[in-house]
């Protein structure tokens, strides 16, 4: 039920996913909820490109850590289904890595790549602020 995508299988294999009770576990640095979710839904694909964090919301920022958030990070999305297109899908749970940076000119926030997707709560994120693509290659 779980689709891979944008992922090197050696990066896969250092990201220290468990299994725990039929749910995958993944370490996440922060979970977004889908309303922070915005420039990119609707993409026909989820193989290529990102979808933005909008940060406009200041107290939302800091709730969810997003002023913590670095490069390389990974995130849960929750509510996400991004197998296809990106979308909202309660229930759905989407893993991304931070791609790109906040740019208050454009008005968009950190960009969000897709690693794992499910329409299904079969994916769990578990806080660990090491969550970073950057650590799990020895480059952090």
């Known amino acids: 039920e779980i689709t891979v995508m944008n992922l090197d299988p050696e990066l896969l294999e250092k990201m220290n996913l468990k299994f725990v009770d039929?749910?995958?576990?993944?370490?996440?640095?922060?979970?977004?909820?889908?309303?922070?979710?915005?420039?990119?839904?609707?993409a026909a694909t989820c193989h290529t490109g990102d979808y933005?964090?909008?940060?406009?919301?200041?107290?939302?920022?800091?709730?969810?850590?997003?002023?913590?958030?670095r490069?390389?990070?990974?995130?849960?999305?929750?509510?996400?289904?991004?197998?296809?297109?990106?979308?909202?899908l309660k229930g759905a749970v989407s893993v991304g890595v931070v791609v790109h940076?906040?740019?208050?000119?454009?008005?968009h926030g950190p960009g969000v790549s897709t690693l794992l997707t499910c329409k299904t709560p079969k994916i769990r994120g578990?806080?660990?602020?090491k969550a970073n693509i950057g650590y799990y290659l020895g480059i952090l």
């Open 71 to 88: 490069l390389g990070d990974i995130v849960l999305l929750q509510d996400c289904d991004n197998q296809y297109g990106r979308g909202y």
């Open 22 to 42: 039929g749910i995958l576990e993944v370490p996440v640095t922060t979970s977004i909820p889908p309303y922070l979710m915005g420039s990119g839904i609707g």
């Open 52 to 69: 933005d964090i909008m940060t406009a919301d200041p107290d939302a920022f800091r709730e969810y850590g997003l002023d913590k958030l």
């Open 101 to 107: 940076s906040d740019c208050l000119l454009a008005g």
């Open 126 to 129: 578990s806080q660990d602020p």
